[in-house]
């Protein structure tokens, strides 16, 4: 079953809880650098935004709703049986963004996704997937469909609805039976749901179903993410690229970033020099180092060679 929403914040902030109330406990868990909205629980150690201005949990939220939210390195399944071994008791889910994309762009290392499947099986709590970046972008459904693991919760959004305001949560039927007005854990919204978002969803995902859909999304991605590599090694310049259907990231590192800390010794000073001089060349990047990119289908072949001419240029700018 699934409930729609207004924004992945929405389908967040829900699936708390709708975990809560399935479980009843009280505490999550989250990853370092893993972005789920601005819902005050999942507001602590966020990448993205928060990185990027220094400020990684923001004013107003309070110290009793961060203490609920307890915290493990992305890719670090040890960490996360540490964790659950202390408090497991007290812990209503693990989410998790299935690729991080709010450190740059972060692949879930072989075997940790199946691992979190586990370790939520063993004790007690809900596997929550944060596919608002990845749904229905990496692969027709999600992410969950590459890697095989199945969680609990799934949280969609941005794509779903076609460029409008929609979002949703969704799992099982026995579990999304808790929410009203068939179970006791209230949610709604005026908005939710609303015909013309239901409408552009449904266009948007008839075209994305089409045959080859996602096999020209990742050609055209890795296209552009080998264009931009080489770019980077003419100019001298270290970096690091990824690929996953129509998510892509780079990150101005001589290592591969596999989490947090990883991400933040990347050099953000000259992503931004790299940013102000890609936008005066007409290429509008995502504003900050900690952010994943996305390419769309209607971008071709002369659009992803007129970007890697760019970045060719604003490389050997910032070398």
């Not at 109330?21 to 990448?47: E, W």
């Not at 749904?135 to 779903?160: E, H, S």
């Not at 039976?177 to 908005?191: C, E, F, I, K, R």
Request: glycine fraction near 14%; proline fraction near 4%; hydrophobic fraction near 45%.
């Amino acid at each position: 079953m699934v409930r729609f929403v207004n924004s992945g914040t929405e389908a967040t902030m829900s699936a708390i809880r709708l975990a809560r109330a399935a479980t009843g406990r009280t505490k999550v868990v989250k990853f370092l650098g893993c972005y789920h909205g601005h819902v005050d629980s999942l507001l602590v150690a966020a990448g993205s935004g928060a990185a990027t201005f220094g400020s990684p949990d923001s004013a107003g939220v309070p110290e009793a709703f961060a203490a609920s939210t307890l915290l493990a390195p992305y890719n670090d399944l040890d960490a996360v049986e540490r964790v659950l071994k202390e408090d497991g008791d007290d812990v209503a889910a693990v989410f998790v963004e299935p690729i991080a994309g709010n450190m740059g762009f972060v692949k879930p290392a072989d075997g940790f996704l199946a691992g979190l499947r586990l370790l939520c099986d063993k004790h007690g709590c809900l596997l929550v997937f944060d596919e608002v970046m990845t749904g229905f972008r990496t692969a027709w459904g999600g992410y969950q469909n590459l890697c095989g693991v199945r969680p609990d919760v799934t949280c969609m959004g941005k794509v779903i609805g076609g460029g409008m305001p929609v979002a949703a949560y969704g799992g099982s039927r026995a579990l999304m039976q808790h929410v009203s007005p068939l179970g006791p854990m209230y949610q709604a919204g005026t908005l939710s749901g609303n015909p013309i978002g239901m409408a552009s969803g449904l266009a948007t995902l008839s075209l994305c179903k089409q045959e080859g859909f996602y096999a020209d999304l990742e050609e055209k991605a890795t296209a552009l993410a080998e264009g931009l590599g080489e770019a980077a090694r003419g100019a001298g310049v270290f970096l690091q690229t990824g690929v996953c259907g129509g998510m892509l990231g780079m990150s101005f590192s001589e290592r591969p970033v596999c989490n947090f800390e990883d991400a933040k010794a990347c050099d953000h000073d000259r992503f931004a020099k790299f940013f102000r001089a890609m936008l005066k060349r007409g290429v509008w990047l995502p504003p900050s180092g900690y952010e994943a990119m996305f390419i769309s289908a209607a971008h071709d072949g002369a659009a992803i060679g007129a970007v890697v001419e760019a970045a060719a240029e604003s490389f050997k700018e910032v070398a």
